[in-house]
């Protein structure tokens, strides 16, 4: 049988991610105290719906359809991994969250962004090779169909599915968006065949669900299907969102990169940009630049 969602779950999610707000608001405001363009309020806006997206995802009434209609599940995914990832790191979430937490755990938790090790890590998961493996894998091993299945069993499996989308998510977006602590430089015109690439198992996945003459994932033929989509009609409008979300957004975010390649102030912006600021700095500036 199918896992259900619980209301339970909801409360500790929801709960989770006001916590991370509050924390996040209470950096912000204390580095807007010092440099008000550091982070902007559009920035700070985006990581606010990327949390509400991410809610949206795991603790409304969409994640009590997943068992039910195999499109609310692909909504799921395409929430977590393709939307909420990069509305989180166009807000700058690293700055304003260290700034926020409280000082005792930033300096415990310094040493660990020195060590090597740590160091070393960071710098093997942001290669853009590996944020596009990470994403690859999670999403063609989560979709073939035993792996599926066992996840829909299982509200634990399922949990622990919902995550990986969110944290590969994050990790292919990382080379894309190059949030803070990430070296700071100009766009490439890697990046736009990395999100080229980056559409082919998408295309492959959803073009497979969609032309299927078969119900891939039997759960589906014991749920009520409460829009009264058959199991199949709803199979293929599942792949068909996915192809249409990802391809849109894909070639969004390349024809941005693209119209910054091209801008003729884009090195000169890089440039200044690079430049150490020299304004006065603040105890949550000072805490930020110690733990980094």
């Given at each position: 049988?199918?896992?259900?969602?619980?209301?339970?779950?909801?409360?500790?999610?929801?709960?989770?991610?006001?916590?991370?707000?509050?924390?996040?608001?209470?950096?912000?405001?204390?580095?807007?105290?010092?440099?008000?363009?550091?982070?902007?309020?559009?920035?700070?806006?985006?990581?606010?719906?990327g949390l509400l997206v991410i809610w949206a995802a795991v603790a409304?009434?969409?994640?009590?359809?997943?068992?039910?209609?195999?499109?609310?599940?692909?909504?799921?995914?395409?929430?977590?991994?393709t939307i909420a990832a990069p509305l989180v790191w166009l807000g700058d979430p690293v700055k304003a969250l260290l700034c926020g937490s409280p000082a005792p755990l930033v300096r415990a938790i310094g040493p660990l962004f020195h060590a090597r090790p740590m160091k070393r890590l960071g710098k093997a998961l942001a290669h853009p090779i590996v944020c596009w493996l990470g994403a690859t894998i999670t999403l063609v091993a989560w979709h073939t169909p035993p792996v599926f299945m066992f996840g829909m069993r299982s509200g634990m499996w399922h949990g622990i599915e919902q995550a990986s989308f969110l944290f590969t998510g994050l990790l292919f977006w990382w080379p894309v968006i190059q949030p803070w602590p990430a070296l700071s430089k100009s766009p490439e015109w890697s990046m736009l065949l990395y999100l080229f690439f980056a559409t082919l198992p998408c295309d492959i996945l959803s073009g497979f669900l969609v032309f299927c003459?078969?119900?891939?994932?039997?759960?589906?033929?014991?749920?009520?299907?409460?829009?009264?989509?058959?199991?199949?009609?709803?199979?293929?409008?599942?792949?068909?969102?996915?192809?249409?979300?990802?391809?849109?957004?894909?070639?969004?975010?390349?024809?941005?990169?693209?119209?910054?390649?091209?801008?003729?102030?884009?090195?000169?912006?890089?440039?200044?940009?690079?430049?150490p600021s020299q304004r006065r700095t603040s105890p949550q500036a000072t805490r930020l630049m110690e733990v980094i």
């Open positions: 049988m199918p896992h259900t969602h619980h209301a339970f779950d909801s409360f500790w999610v929801s709960a989770a991610l006001v916590v991370l707000g509050l924390i996040y608001v209470r950096g912000w405001v204390g580095i807007r105290r010092v440099d008000p363009d550091m982070i902007t309020s559009w920035r700070a806006a985006s990581f606010f719906v409304s009434s969409l994640a009590s359809l997943d068992h039910e209609v195999l499109t609310a599940h692909m909504v799921q995914h395409l929430l977590l991994m003459d078969r119900v891939v994932y039997p759960a589906y033929f014991s749920s009520s299907q409460p829009f009264g989509l058959s199991p199949l009609q709803d199979q293929q409008c599942a792949a068909a969102l996915m192809w249409t979300v990802v391809t849109v957004i894909y070639l969004g975010a390349g024809a941005i990169i693209t119209a910054q390649l091209l801008s003729p102030y884009s090195s000169q912006e890089h440039s200044i940009a690079q430049q």
